[in-house]
T-cell receptor, first 112, second 120 residues
Framework: GESVGLHLPTLSVQEGDNSIINCAYS??????FIWYKQESGKGPQFIID?????DKRQGQRVTVLLNKTVKHLSLQIAATQPGDSAVYFC???????????FGAGTQVVVTP | NAGVTQTPKFQVLKTGQSMTLQCAQD?????MSWYRQDPGMGLRLIHY???????DQGEVPNGYNVSRSTTEDFPLRLLSAAPSQTSVYFC???????????????????FGQGTRLTVV
């Protein structure tokens, strides 16, 4: 998993398995969280978001879980595919108006 | 729909040179931001703007200036480049959305493809 501001961990996943990427956030007042995917040489791409009045949100093959009690966020990717190989960042919105604080990221490597 | 467009994609500067990184968005977003990304680290906020004519500092503003004369454009200026400014720079924009009444909602940011800057 990752924590805001620390080193970049790597998650190696076999194709077809489920991936779980973890993130610990720092500010208990944050009320909006986003997961981004960044492929090599590209900008971050929005995956899914969740507001603090929810504890789970599902998208296409992705699920985000939010545990406010322990300030923990996770991204689950179902049936991981080679195209899922990328760095995944969680971000928290501290004060609205587009200002985001990012975690250091997790490198996901999908193996055949 | 182009989204967020950054130019140039690559740039090499000598220490002390100045340059402007361009950012334009065609989504009519009120909020725009500049981030830098260094190896093994997440993105760090440099400057941001909540609308034309309004800018403010982020986490790492030193050595950078910004202006926002139009909704579409948010250039980032390096007045005297230093090797410590070698990084990948991302511009982002976000829409302003209101929930019921006037309560402002948080919204996601849309990113450009980045400018890779090397200062030698």
């Amino acid at each position: 998993g990752e924590s805001v501001g620390l080193h970049l961990p790597t998650l190696s996943v076999q194709e077809g398995d489920n991936s779980i990427i973890n993130c610990a956030y720092s500010n208990s007042a944050s009320d909006y969280f986003i997961w981004y995917k960044q492929e090599s040489g590209k900008g971050p791409q929005f995956i899914i978001d969740i507001r603090s009045n929810m504890d789970k949100r599902q998208g296409q093959r992705v699920t985000v879980l939010l545990n406010k009690t322990v300030k923990h966020l996770s991204l689950q990717i179902a049936a991981t595919q080679p195209g899922d190989s990328a760095v995944y960042f969680c971000a928290e919105n501290l004060t609205r108006r587009g200002k985001l604080q990012f975690g250091a990221g997790t490198q996901v490597v999908v193996t055949p | 729909n182009a989204g967020v467009t950054q130019t140039p994609k690559f740039q090499v500067l000598k220490t002390g040179q100045s340059m402007t990184l361009q950012c334009a968005q065609d989504m009519n977003h009120e909020y725009m931001s500049w981030y830098r990304q260094d190896p093994g680290m997440g993105l760090r906020l440099i400057h941001y703007s909540v609308g034309a004519g309004i800018t403010d500092q982020g986490e790492v503003p030193n050595g950078y200036n910004v202006s926002r004369s139009t909704t579409e454009d948010f250039p980032l200026r390096l007045l005297s480049a230093a090797p410590s400014q070698t990084s990948v720079y991302f511009c982002a924009s976000s829409p302003r959305r209101l929930a019921t009444g006037t309560h402002e909602m948080n919204t996601e940011a849309f990113f450009g493809q980045g400018t890779r800057l090397t200062v030698v």
